[in-house]
Every structure is written in structure tokens, then in C-alpha cells.
């Protein structure tokens, strides 16, 4: 069954508030706004109620409940609604048990029960979550967190760097969807071009790397529950127990997953492979203003088992002609007095190369001449390789990221970029 319901939703119905009393229900103008933020731009008709209003629940696509368990087995029968999303929690495992009997006897699709955040779908504004005034981007990265608070991470990461989503679940404690629906509608939407997880547990682990197996697009992997201590609290979160971390992370690499470390690094690949997709990667060539940052970059590829390109003759060449004092070798320093237009000569010639598959650029503005505004000549560098760009520290990723915005995937740190790198190369051997 589709999950369109959950994310292209022509009518809404919500059933719950923030007050809740005993003599029923009471939507209030609180839950409409966060619930139901820009609705003008849907091409349906918007369905509110209560219970007492209306005498019973007018039918809509999606219904989005925020009521104490036994309140929403009480009430679930009584909605007409294709599918429902359960933003509260708190249901032990027999409510678990009949919320999913009820879904399945009226065939309805649920989403939770402790969705927390529920759902966003970025292309027609659709936001569940308490953060309805966020300016969310329209863009190509979609997500599925079985935590509402690292799901809200993720969300705060991509938001804060102007990075695009196409669609975000939150599937709480998956009494009916679980991560394999959301995973193969994910991978079936035009819009999508990315899909990351964050997963405490599988619930159908041969299902789940079958749809993995087949995916042509990228799909970012962050598994939590590999410690004993965080085992047990993880059955606490979703009701289900992960295995052995050895055993999930050799599933993921066979099916072709890139299984990540932290939230950070989640994004920081999600950032180039919303970018690049199907790339081989095997010679990098670093492009620095400063000695140390690039020699740094040269160890961690080589630590990571990323060669450096031998660049060619003509390359050499070419970079001499114009800027004798550049030692043309990779990694190429050019120098503390580099310019923008320094930069843009060297990354072209760079970019020609044939040896070169892609293209690490570091810049720092402290102890350097460089000006951020002087890196809006590496915009009009064209080339269609790998370019990956990074501004070492705090204050000088800021500014450059300010300049450059969406040119390049940018990152404050060597070794983020490198281990971004990385990830592309061993994606790029399923192709």
C-alpha cells in the first residue's frame, strides 16, 4: 500500500490537543498552527473537528492524533482516515498489540504510536513536527530516524547549512510502518535522490537488505545499540533489540549501505552524495594554501586508503608557466598569498587532468591573504568530477561557507572531508 497518504495528504484531520480533560476532545488554534503550518498551498480541502463539534470525525487522508493510549484505541475505530500519524507514546506492548488489530481490521496505514515529530515533505510544505516556523529547504536528501531526538539533530543540521530535504519520517515505536516501508517508498521517489537511517533495531532484517540491494541511489546508514549498556536501553526506546554490531554493518556493506559513525559524519556524506552519486574514486588531488593542512590530508588519505593522483606533465606544466614558485606536487601548496584567481587557475588545470578523479580544496583565511570574497572565483570552476571543499576551524569555515554556499559540500575539518572521500570511493565500487 502507498505511503502517500502520510506525505501528500489532500485533507487532514486532528484529533487531540494540548489541554485534555476527561469529558473529550478539544482541538485548539495551538495544535492547528503547529500541526498544519502552510496548508493554503495543498490542492485539497482541510478537515478540523472534535468529537464534540461534529458528532464524529469527518474522513481525510491523514490523521494526526496526540491523545493518551487508551483514548486512541477508544477513538481509532471511529476515524475514516487513510492513514494516521501517532505523535504521542506512552502504550505498553498489549495496546501496541490492538492498535495494530484496529489499523489492520479498518486498513489503515499507522505511523508510531511515539512518532513524536511524525512527518515533513519539504516540495509541498508539510511539517508535523513542533517546529513549524523552521525554514525548511525543498531539496534532495530524505531521512528516516527511529529517534525523535536525533531525527530533530539531523533535522537541525541540514536546516542550519541550507542543505535541501525532500521528505522526513519519524517512526517511533512501529506498532504498523516500519523503516522497510519508508525505505522502499523513499527509494521509489523522484524527488529523492539520498535516503538516511538512523536505526536502533531492524524489524525485517532480510526484507530491509533486499530493498538495499536494489537501491540505485545512496542510502547513509548510522546504527546505534552496539554496547551492552545502550542495547538494553534501545529495547527501552523501540521495544526491540539490536544484534551483534559485527553482523549489522557486514549486512550493510553487502548491500551496498554506507554505514556511518555519528550524526555528523550522517551529514557531512549526506552533503556530497546528494551531490555525486555513482562515482569511482580512486585518485585525489589536494589543492592547499597552507603546507600543513595539505601534508595532514595527504596522511589521512593514505591512512583511509585513498591514493593521491600523479599529476601530468601538462598539468605541471601549465601550473609553472603561470606560478613558477609552486613545487607542482600532490598535494599542491599554493601558497599563504594565494588569491582567488590563483585558485581558480591551479583548479582548472587541476580539473583537466585525466589522472584526477577528485579534487580536495583547502582554504584558511588566518595567517593567509586569502579573502573569503576572493572564493567566489571558485564558482566558476566547471568540471564534472568529485570536488569536496574544506575551511579548517570554527570562524574560517563561517565565512567561506557563507561565500561558496552551495558550490561545493564544505567541511571545517581534514579529516571530515577525508572520511567523506572515503565513503564515495567504496560506494562507487558497486558501479
Known amino acids: 500500500m502507498s505511503l502517500d497518504a502520510f506525505f501528500a495528504p489532500k485533507s487532514i484531520l486532528l484529533v487531540g490537543s494540548s489541554k485534555m480533560s476527561e469529558t473529550g476532545l478539544m482541538v485548539t488554534p495551538e495544535i492547528f498552527r503547529r500541526v498544519c503550518i502552510n496548508l493554503d498551498k495543498f490542492s485539497g480541502k482541510l478537515a478540523v473537528s472534535s468529537v464534540e463539534e461534529r458528532g464524529g470525525f469527518p474522513p481525510a487522508d491523514l490523521a494526526i492524533v496526540t491523545l493518551p493510549p487508551e483514548k486512541i484505541l477508544e477513538m481509532l475505530p471511529s476515524i475514516k482516515a487513510k492513514a494516521v500519524i501517532i505523535l504521542s507514546g506512552g502504550f505498553d506492548a498489549e495496546q501496541r498489540k490492538k492498535l495494530k488489530m484496529v489499523a489492520s481490521s479498518k486498513r489503515i496505514r499507522v505511523l508510531g504510536p511515539n512518532s513524536v515529530c511524525g512527518v515533513i515533505n519539504a516540495h509541498n510544505a508539510l511539517n508535523t513536527t513542533f517546529e513549524p516556523e523552521i525554514e525548511i529547504k525543498a531539496g534532495k536528501i530524505s531521512v528516516i530516524s527511529q529517534s525523535g531526538g536525533v531525527g530533530v539533530t539531523i533535522l537541525d543540521y541540514l536546516v542550519s547549512n541550507g542543505i535541501g530535504i525532500a521528505k522526513f519520517a519519524w517512526v517511533g515505536d512501529m506498532a504498523d510502518v516500519n523503516e522497510c516501508d519508508l525505505l522502499e517508498y523513499f527509494l521509489a521517489d523522484e524527488k529523492t535522490h539520498v535516503v538516511l537511517l538512523y536505526l536502533e533495531s531492524v524489524r525485517e532484517p532480510r526484507r530491509f537488505m533486499a530493498i538495499a540491494k536494489r ?115 600532490n598535494p599542491l601548496d599554493i601558497a599563504a598569498d594565494a588569491d582567488g584567481e590563483r585558485y581558480k587557475f591551479v583548479l582548472d588545470a587541476v580539473a583537466r587532468d ?78
Do not use: W
Not at 545512496?218 to 523501540?238: C, D, F, Q
Not at 589521512?300 to 606536487?329: E, F, Q, V, W
Not at 564558482?379 to 570536488?387: E, F, G
Open 215 to 329: 537501491s540505485q541511489k545512496p542510502i547513509l546508514v548510522l546504527k546505534a545499540g552496539v554496547s551492552e549498556e545502550s542495547k538494553s536501553r534501545a529495547l527501552t526506546h523501540t521495544d526491540s533489540l539490536s544484534t551483534d554490531a559485527e553482523i549489522y554493518s557486514s549486512a550493510f556493506r553487502q548491500a551496498g549501505m554506507i554505514e556511518v559513525e555519528s550524526v555528523r559524519e550522517l551529514f557531512n556524506c549526506s552533503q556530497l552524495f546528494e551531490r555525486y552519486r555513482k562515482r569511482k574514486i580512486s585518485r585525489i588531488a589536494i589543492v592547499s594554501n597552507t603546507g600543513g593542512s595539505s601534508i595532514l590530508a595527504a596522511d589521512m588519505c593514505h591512512k583511509h586508503g585513498l591514493g593521491l593522483a600523479r599529476l601530468s606533465d601538462g598539468t605541471k606544466n601549465r601550473i609553472t608557466k603561470k606560478y613558477p614558485r609552486i613545487k607542482t606536487i
Open 354 to 431: 585525466r589522472n584526477v578523479d577528485a579534487i580536495l580544496i583547502i582554504s584558511q583565511l588566518k595567517s593567509c591573504l586569502l579573502k573569503p570574497e576572493d572564493l567566489d572565483a571558485l564558482k566558476r570552476v566547471k568540471t564534472s568530477k568529485v570536488v569536496v571543499a574544506c575551511a579548517p576551524g570554527d570562524d574560517d569555515y563561517r565565512k567561506i561557507r557563507f561565500f561558496l554556499r552551495d558550490s561545493f559540500p564544505l567541511y571545517s575539518s581534514v579529516e571530515d572531508a577525508v572520511r567523506v572521500l572515503k565513503h564515495a570511493q567504496d560506494y562507487g565500487k558497486r558501479f
